[in-house]
Structure formats: C-alpha cells, structure tokens
C-alpha cells in the first residue's frame, strides 16, 4: 500500500531552516524599528529648539536684550528688569507670552524629559539640549 511511514509534522532539517530565515529577517527590521523611535525624538528636538530660539529672538529685537531668563518669554519682566546682558528692558514693548504649551511652561526636551533642563546662555540668547547623549550621527545633543 505504501513505501514507507506515514509522516507527520516537519523533520528537524525544516525547522531549522524556518528558524534561520525568520532570525534572517529579525536581523533586518529590529534594528530599523528601533531607530525610528531615536530619530522622531530628534526631530521633536529640533522642532522644539527652532520654536524657543525664535521666541527669543522675537523678544530681543522687541525688549532690546535677550531674557535673563527663559521664564521672561511667558511671563512680562517687571518694570525696569534687565536682559542677559544687563540692559535694561523696554518691557511697555513686551508682546508676549511669546512661547505657549498647554501647561502654561516651557516646552519639553524630549531626551531628558523635562522642560528645566535647556542649556541656556542670557548673554548670547544660545539654547541647546541639556541631554548629554550624542545624536544617531554622532554629535552630541548639547551642539545642536
């Protein structure tokens, strides 16, 4: 009637070569899938630092110096408050608040999670990222 048993399942031969191509394709796309998570961060970061930087330079060409603080871009500098640099500001020319989030602060670095943690110089008006980690290029998050 036959030339043999009958067989059931798969031989050992077959499941190997199912396991080494499926670990074939794992070596492919897990590394893809992990990526695209760093690189939306890094342009949530970019967006995040393009809107506070324009933010102070909108309230240095209308108060006359960069804000001594990154607080003075939401809440109006008291009469006769200064800039980064010690000058004087012309708060009457205040328009602000020139950054707005949802909860009222400060936008948030999305590498250290938290939105005290910008790298702020009031004499140059310069915002960077508080992250010490480097970029998926190789420069760190601090340069940017």
């Known amino acids: 009637m ?25 070596v492919i796309i897990i590394p893809r899938l992990l990526g695209t998570g760093r690189k939306a961060k890094e342009a949530a970061l970019r967006g995040q630092l393009q809107t506070i930087r324009k933010a102070i330079e909108q309230f240095s060409a209308e108060c006359g110096d960069f804000p001594a603080s990154l607080d003075q871009l939401q809440t109006r500098p008291a009469a006769g408050a ?6 004087p500001l012309d708060v009457d020319s205040w328009t602000g608040p020139y950054l707005r989030t949802t909860d009222g602060g400060l936008p948030v670095d ?24 480097n970029s998926l290029a190789g420069d760190p998050y601090a340069d940017w």
């Open 82 to 87: 200064v800039g980064g640099n010690g000058i």
């Open 2 to 26: 036959g030339y043999g048993k009958r067989r059931d399942g798969f031989t050992l031969i077959e499941m190997l070569i199912v396991i080494v191509i499926i670990a074939n394709l794992a």
């Open 110 to 133: 999305p590498f250290t999670g938290d939105n005290t943690s910008w790298d702020y110089t009031p004499s140059t008006g310069e915002i960077h990222s508080g992250s010490p980690l």
